[in-house]
């Protein structure tokens, strides 16, 4: 049996590009872009179980992580008669990254070959609304609130794992996203739908206590139809990923 816990600090970029429905003698429509830089806190939290020489179990939690922009800039782009009604400004928003329960079964067939199979539950129901808190508000420009609505989803994954050697593992998988955006929800800032991915890495030791761990995973997101119910606004979306790895472990 074992136990682990870590702690989790995230960064990132908030960027974000809308149309001002308003146009300029030239008939150029307006903009405004949305930039800041976003941090968060976390942690998780998991119990390892190998219950005989084949059969192991795990679980694991990791939080809910409070991403928040408390200092942001939205430069506007606009008629310059209209320029007092949306001045360029600073503003605040925050987003909660989804928590993530996960059940994870192993089984070995033989010394060298072992599989896999991995339930995720995840909580996308704490994104139910983007907020934009502008400092400066007029007439016409008033703070944001768009509706997200967003439903707790599952992912399942099954891979395998074969042993070259003492030094050497390589691996494979496959998983299956479930979307946690609701028709008449999608937007095209998250344009999100089913997935699939297809997952390949490996594991070196180099020493006695220090190995390496490599990863490639290619997402395929289905193709998708909706138009918002806010916004009235529709399309087809359909997105792809290449999301490499790499580790480092030190016993």
Not at 110 to 139: C, E, M, P, R
Request: proline share 3%; with cysteine; charged share 20%.
């Amino acid at each position: 049996m074992g136990i682990g816990a870590g702690f989790v600090y995230a960064t990132g970029d908030f960027s974000l590009r809308r149309a001002v429905p308003l146009q300029d003698t030239s008939g150029k429509y307006g903009e405004v872009i949305l930039n800041g830089k976003a941090s968060g806190y976390g942690y998780n939290a998991g119990i390892y179980v190998k219950v005989n020489d084949k059969l192991s179990i795990g679980i694991d939690y990791r939080s809910e992580v409070k991403v928040s922009v408390a200092n942001g800039s939205a430069d506007f782009t606009v008629p310059s008669s209209l320029i007092d009604k949306f001045p360029n400004t600073n503003f605040s928003t925050a987003i909660r990254l989804p928590s993530t329960t996960s059940v994870g079964v192993g089984y070995a067939l033989n010394k060298n070959l072992k599989l896999a199979l991995d339930v995720n539950y995840v909580g996308w129901k704490s994104y139910d609304s983007l907020i934009i808190d502008f400092v400066q508000n007029t007439d016409v420009l008033i703070d944001l609130h768009s509706a997200r609505c967003y439903q707790n989803a599952f992912i399942y994954r099954v891979g395998a794992q074969y042993s070259l050697g003492q030094n050497w593992q390589v691996r494979a998988g496959v998983y299956y996203d479930s979307s946690p955006v609701k028709a008449g929800y999608l937007t095209p800032e998250t344009p999100d739908a089913d997935k699939v991915g297809i997952t390949i890495g490996a594991s070196f030791r180099i020493a006695k206590r220090f190995s390496m761990d490599a990863s490639l995973i290619y997402i395929n997101g289905m193709k998708r139809t909706d138009t918002n119910l806010e916004s009235g606004f529709g399309g087809t979306y359909q997105s792809k990923a290449v999301v490499p790895g790499v580790a480092l472990h030190y016993t």
